[in-house]
Nanobody
């Protein structure tokens, strides 16, 4: 099983940028599709899909709320995935989780993942 550790979260002003990293160990990340999800720190908020990328990196998908602002990528040599987040706003404040699965990602709108990291907090101040 792949063990995932997220990093790169923190406090940023609205309009700013952050890059999240997801370091994998235990197995080669290249044999897994990868996704990013988030959960806002408000009562009743569920975890929501943000972005996903296929094993080869050739297929990516994004939630409408982040399309054009966030970019998902992966580096096989470093066994690490990334989420570049630009033009952040207060609605992006959340705990961000990376996740993997052995099935490839084909661009489906609501992908399901089976292996999760512990999350990293992103706070955007106005």
């Amino acid at each position: 099983q792949v063990r995932l550790v997220e990093s790169g979260g923190g406090l940023v002003q609205a309009g700013g940028s952050l890059r999240l990293s997801c370091a994998a160990s235990g197995r080669t990340l290249g044999t897994h599709a990868m996704g990013w999800f988030r959960q806002a720190p408000a009562p009743g908020k569920e975890r929501e899909f943000v972005a996903a990328i296929s094993k080869s990196g050739g297929t990516t998908g994004y939630a409408d709320s982040v399309k054009g602002r966030f970019t998902i990528s992966r580096d096989g040599a470093k066994n690490t995935g990334y989420l570049q987040m630009n033009s952040l706003n207060s609605e992006d404040t959340a705990v961000y989780y990376c996740a993997t699965r052995s099935r490839d990602y084909w661009g489906e709108a609501n992908p399901q993942f089976e292996n999760w990291g512990q999350g990293t907090l992103v706070t955007v101040s106005e």
